[in-house]
């Protein structure tokens, strides 16, 4: 749980908290902005139990999807889609 | 160098372990705190490749692993009571209790259920007012922004049925507490990336003073723990101790006061209890008075039961460093990440479910290294 994915952000809502859609490698789910108000669609955060909590650039997105997908379960565990 | 060619570039990884080579020039222990830093090491075989001499110690970053048995056994007492329904993060259900688990009070017929976020428990308490929702808030300072935040949600909303279990643990005092310790062989940290870009780094700026200690902040990819060991081996022989940071695309030197700012307003720091390690002063968050309604502690008082680990597991050496899982008698065959006896086996994250995942055998020994 103490991983940490990144995503893009592809969508932004109003409201608090403030929360978002956040692609992970073509999976979506509603993520919390609330503690990256600089954050915007199109921007890549790690996100850590539904809270995206650093801004990082798209490659090293991508390095770290990597590590992350060379874990097993990792991706389903943090992203909740395990039963 | 058998697994050399598996890494995104693989030139710059043998630059890095030459360079590595020929600074080293005495034997150092390095200890890596985060979990998946811990798998990434034992996976890849970083600590394999490394020159002889430089030895990797498997900290105790793994939030499953250290939350304490008796806040595990709390947990199913309360996740057996009628009208309960009790939420937690997927890897926590399988964690062995003194008898039993989250998983055994779900297959009795108890209301367990795996939430991907906190904020998914307090949307169940707002569609279910008739019932009690309590979340496992476990995990290491990454976590506690999200839980901290799904707290000030049930407060603002004025959710009466909603309370968090807390067991969270913070990671400069459990490294204060291994430097403390009369055993200690650690001479230098990696710290783990994301927990810092949450909290920065200034906490260990005093640590790293006081004990001469180097400590760098540093990712979990291969490449990232090699840079990071060579940084803090670059320390180690030129006699300095400071704090350095690897990790520079996510983590800045003040993390994230946003979310700081909103774990200091929900939580206080309390002494806590690791698993396999012992209490640790201030080295855990309860929350602080303003949200004490929401504490499922005092809402649902449990009697303090005796706890009982299994007789053969030997998780708390596993998370000191003074064993390796391969020593344990159970690893690989009575306990397996489909069958854990023990914490470290179940998470990913987990020392032993490293070791069993990279397919490490019996063979290997601290002595041996
Ligand atoms: S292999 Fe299993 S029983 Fe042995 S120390 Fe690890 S978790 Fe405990």
Not at chain 1, 6 to 10: H, K, L, N, Q
Not at chain 1, 65 to 79: G, Q, S
Not at chain 2, 323 to 331: E, G, H, I, M
Not at chain 2, 341 to 349: F, K, N, Y
């Given at each position: 749980?103490?991983?940490?994915i ?5 969508d932004v809502?109003?409201g ?15 993520a919390c902005?609330?503690?990256v108000?600089e ?7 790690i ?17 770290t ?18 039963p | ?18 360079e ?8 150092w ?5 985060c ?5 990434t090491?034992?996976?890849q ?7 002889h ?10 939030p499953v ?14 996740a ?5 329904i ?31 976020t ?15 929702v ?9 976590t506690?922004?999200a839980?901290a ?20 643990v913070?990671?400069p ?22 927990v810092?870009?949450v ?13 001469r ?19 803090a081996?670059?320390q ?19 993390g ?13 720091l309390?002494?806590r209890t ?11 968050l ?20 005796a ?8 998780a ?6 003074t ?9 690989g065959?009575?306990?397996?990440p489909?069958?854990p ?9 987990g ?7 990279a ?10 290294q």
């Open positions: 749980m103490c991983l940490g990144p995503g893009r952000i592809v809502a109003q608090r908290p403030r929360m978002g859609t956040v692609d992970f490698d073509g999976l979506r789910r509603e902005l609330e503690y108000p954050a915007e669609t199109g921007d890549y955060v996100v850590h139990v539904g809270f995206a909590i650093s801004r990082v650039d798209e490659a090293e997105a991508a390095r999807l990597a590590v992350i997908r060379a874990i097993p379960d990792a991706l389903a565990t943090e992203l909740g889609t395990e | 160098m058998k697994y050399l060619d598996e890494y995104r570039d693989p030139v710059l990884a043998r630059r890095l372990l030459s590595l080579e020929s600074t080293a020039t005495r034997p222990t390095l200890m890596e705190v979990g998946g830093q811990t798998h090491i034992v996976r075989g970083i600590d394999e490749l490394l020159p001499g430089i030895r990797m110690i498997h900290g105790p970053g793994c692993c250290v939350t304490p048995l008796e806040m595990v056994d709390k947990a199913i007492a309360i057996s009571r009628d009208g309960v009790f939420c937690s993060y997927g890897d926590m259900l399988r964690v062995p209790g003194s008898g039993g688990d989250l998983l055994g009070v779900k297959a009795r017929g108890g209301d367990v259920r795996v939430v991907y906190p904020l998914d428990a307090v949307s169940l308490a707002v569609a279910n007012p008739d019932r009690q309590v979340f496992f808030a476990v995990g290491f300072e990454t506690a922004p839980n935040m799904a707290v000030k949600q049930a407060a603002s909303l004025g959710l009466d049925n909603f309370s968090v279990l807390v067991s969270h913070l990671v005092p459990a490294i204060t507490a291994i430097l403390d310790a009369p055993d200690n062989e650690v001479t230098a940290f990696l710290a783990a990336g994301h810092c870009a909290m920065g780094w200034t906490q260990y700026e005093p640590i790293a003073a006081a004990y200690v180097p400590i760098v902040v540093t990712g979990f990819e291969p490449l990232d723990l090699i840079e990071g060991i060579v940084m081996v670059r180690l022989e030129t006699g300095r101790a400071e704090v350095e940071n690897q990790y520079v695309r996510a983590v800045r030197r003040t994230n006061s946003r979310a700081r700012d909103t774990i200091d307003e929900v939580f206080t309390t002494d690791w698993r396999g390690i012992g209490e640790i002063a201030h080295s855990g309860r929350l602080s008075e303003a949200y004490r309604h929401h504490d499922a502690e005092t809402r649902f008082p449990v009697e303090r039961e706890t009982r680990e299994s007789e053969v597991c030997i708390g050496e596993i998370l000191r460093g064993r390796l899982p391969t020593d344990c008698l159970a690893y065959t009575a306990c397996t489909r069958h006896l023990g914490a470290p086996m179940v998470s990913a994250e020392t032993c479910a490293a070791f069993h995942t397919g490490r055998g019996r063979q290997a020994t601290l002595e041996e």
